[in-house]
């Protein structure tokens, strides 16, 4: 039946429309509040300076005690047209990792970015295949499947807009969205 490849697509196309219409409120990309990347040039090294929690209204304190446990850096970021984790990046995926299996129950999304360069269609597989990858290394850490979720956005929402190196390599990234 001719019908099933056309639903296929509309259920695919209209996934998307919901993922990229649910957003958290406030905050960057990288779960920052104030707008720092929480970046140094290229290291991994800078910090974000806010975990992503207001005021603390509506949170209880062991679940503000939770929250407050995430790690602060929150984005790592690939080289031009690639997918490999970066060996600066991964004390901060370990340290993710741990997070997630001391506690079960916390889902995170990982929201993967190409910069502009390339086709849309070229950029969104290559979002995915940052997210994947990073999910591929939370699982040997040991983080189980059922509290990771890829989202590739491709180059449709920069960390900065600009068309140079330095704002390239912003955009080439994934981010941890808890």
């Known amino acids: ?10 259920a695919v196309a209209v996934s998307l429309a919901v993922l990229a219409g649910c957003s958290s409120t406030g905050g960057t990309q990288d779960g920052s509040m104030d707008g720092t990347s929480g970046m140094g040039a290229g290291t991994g090294s800078g910090t974000a300076s806010s975990q992503g929690m207001e005021s603390g209204q509506g949170v209880s304190g062991s679940e503000m005690g939770d929250r407050n ?3 602060e850096q929150r ?3 690939f080289a031009f047209d ?3 984790i970066r060996p600066e990046f ?5 340290a993710h990792a741990q997070y997630l299996k001391s506690h079960p129950n916390t889902q995170v999304v990982l929201e993967g970015h190409a910069d502009e360069r390339g086709t849309r269609e070229y950029n ?3 979002g995915e295949r940052r997210a994947q990858a990073v999910e591929q ?3 040997v850490e040991g983080v189980s499947s059922s509290q990771v979720e890829i989202v590739s956005y ?5 960390a900065v807009r600009g068309h140079n190196e330095e704002s390239y390599a912003q955009n080439r990234r994934v981010v941890f969205d808890y």
Do not use: H, N, V, W
């Open 75 to 77: 984005t790592i970021y």
């Open 154 to 158: 491709g180059e449709e929402r920069p």
């Open 90 to 94: 991964e004390p901060i995926l370990e």
């Open 124 to 126: 969104l597989g290559l």
């Open 137 to 139: 290394y939370l699982s």
């Open 69 to 71: 446990a995430i790690p």
């Open 82 to 84: 690639r997918d490999t």
């Open 1 to 10: 039946m001719q019908f099933k490849p056309y639903a296929q697509g509309l």
